[in-house]
């Protein structure tokens, strides 16, 4: 029963997201994609999410109870969108600002939310919780659009490019935390914030620790075969679309790169009936890094109501819990 409602939830909800995005009409600009192609083949991921320039992140006090802090700094990439190029974000210390940390990435089209009570659970796991706004998410967003609306769509320029730019602003976030004293910083990536997890291991050595659920690491079948997504790809020539993937799969594919960090300090979390993150991709990924990875009851959307998968994240998030051939129980 339960599959079934999972397998219907992610349906219904993922063709109202195509219909959505046929409706906008992106298109890819075949010029400009030669382009960017041309200019990122030859580099390494180090290279590629290299941070250019220094910039100072700023805090704002903004509750006492439960003491919750904002935080902001200007991208090191520019996307020609002011309220984007702000990165911005939430910080909620429940210890001392060395102590270990942990990143929030969250998932596509998330809006508003509350982290209040996440940040509770994780402050008993023995870490800060900092959640970071994607590129054209949160406040992020540009005027007159809904939070990830631009983040993915028929432009895979403009797509690729907000997943560069999210995998930067995290190592401006991972390079103050680690100049704040902290140096236990773990990832925690949602969909599609577990796509810019997992580019983020190919390329940041500080991070101590990365915790990936359903991650999107087969980005490229949204864009050539999903069914889902069909709109993605009616607005790029299909010798696009192949040829960009191929020649950057190891800037933006995980399955073709290997971590800078400790691998068996990765664990992936998926579910068993998710057509965004299928469990062989995830299989295939565990695979190849040799890291952890999990695959729990449930959908895309659906695994994540689940008590199971939540005691999990806690239990692997704590600094002592080593991931390192873990076989705990939820």
Partial sequence: MFRAYSRRVDRRLFSAINRWLAQRGDRTDPLKLRRFTASAEKTSPEEFFSLSKRTRVELKRTSEYPLSYTFRFDSPLSSGYG??????????????LSAPAVIVLSAWLEGATDYSRLAHWIGLSGRNLWAMDLPYHGRRAPRETRSG??????????????????????????????????????????????????????AEPKVSKA???????????????????????NGVREQDRVQVFNKLRHLFLPVHGMPVIDPEQIHLIGAHEDPLAPPDSLRELSLGWGCGEDILPGGHITVYLTGRLWRRIFSLLHPNQSLRNWSGTP
Avoid at 162 to 167: E, G, P
Wanted: aromatic share 8%; charged share 20%.
């Fill in 83 to 96: 309220e984007n190029d702000l990165a911005q974000g939430e910080f909620f210390p429940k210890h001392h």
């Fill in 149 to 202: 609306e631009l983040a993915i769509t028929a432009d895979v320029v403009r797509t690729l490019r907000a997943v560069r730019q999210a995998v930067c602003d995290a190592r401006v976030l991972i390079r103050t935390l680690w100049e704040l004293g902290s140096r236990d910083i773990a990832i925690l990536g949602f969909s599609l914030g577990g796509w810019v997890g997992s580019l983020l291991a190919l």
């Fill in 211 to 233: 915790l990936l659920l359903t991650p999107v690491v087969r980005p490229e079948e949204l864009f050539l075969n999903s069914p889902l997504f069909s709109a993605l790809r």
